[in-house]
């Protein structure tokens, strides 16, 4: 190994951590190590390369507690409860973030979050603890997003969105400007939100409205 370039591991072997390990590799921060994950039926296995190491308990067996982790689980949800069992071990967490992400200087960026390919994050902005920016999503001046929100392939937010704790905004929904997003809430594939869309929702259409409570 690299003695300059620190290790990390992905917790997640399905779709989503696989799109992690592959911008960890492009990012060239890190050198990613393997993956964690709570099927024991692909432990030993490879996934892109990448060894399977085990679930949660490999993080002492294994001697995993020195590398910080990234969560590659799609899920808000899932991903939510896991990171609250690493923090309970003491883990630390790293951030995967594409090269050729155009993310304005003054954003900020909590620790876990992952930004894919293609996305654009511009000035003002802030991101939460452990959230996904998708490929090609825009998130535009002044956006505020919460923690472990996944804002979708090729979504658009307008200035002053805010997006709350757990929602997900869907596969090229747009968000006018200045609408906030309540928490859990779930946005449409598609859907253009021009208001605001109260907490643990689902929200379609367009205009996108509330069809039933989560």
């Keep these: 190994m690299n003695n300059h370039v620190p290790g990390i591991i992905v917790y997640g072997a399905g779709g989503h951590g696989k799109v992690v390990a592959e911008v960890l590799e492009r990012q060239a921060k890190y050198m990613l190590l393997g993956f964690l994950d709570d099927n ?12 399977i190491f085990g679930g949660i308990e490999c993080y002492s067996e294994q001697g995993l507690a020195r590398y ?8 808000n949800q899932a991903r939510e409860q896991l990171v609250a ?15 050729s992400a155009q993310i304005a200087r003054d954003v900020q960026l909590a620790q876990g979050v992952m930004v894919m390919a293609n996305v654009v994050i511009n000035p003002g902005s802030s991101i939460g603890n452990h959230t996904i920016i998708n490929t090609s999503a825009i998130v535009e001046h002044d956006g505020v997003i919460g923690n472990f929100v996944h804002i979708s392939p090729a979504a658009a937010l307008g200035g002053n969105v805010t997006v709350q704790e757990g929602a997900h ?4 929904a747009i968000i006018l400007p200045g609408v906030k997003i309540g928490a ?16 643990r929702v689902v929200a379609m259409g367009v205009p996108a409205k509330p069809i039933r409570k989560l």
């Design 40 to 51: 024991p039926g692909i432990w030993g296995k490879e996934v892109s390369g990448y060894k």
């Design 68 to 75: 910080p982790f990234i969560v590659g689980i799609g899920d």
């Design 85 to 99: 069992k690493l923090e309970t071990l003491g883990c630390h967490f790293g951030r995967a973030i594409h090269p």
């Design 169 to 172: 905004v869907g596969i090229g």
């Design 184 to 199: 859990y809430s779930v946005i449409g594939a598609g859907a253009v939100v021009t208001e605001d869309i109260p907490e």
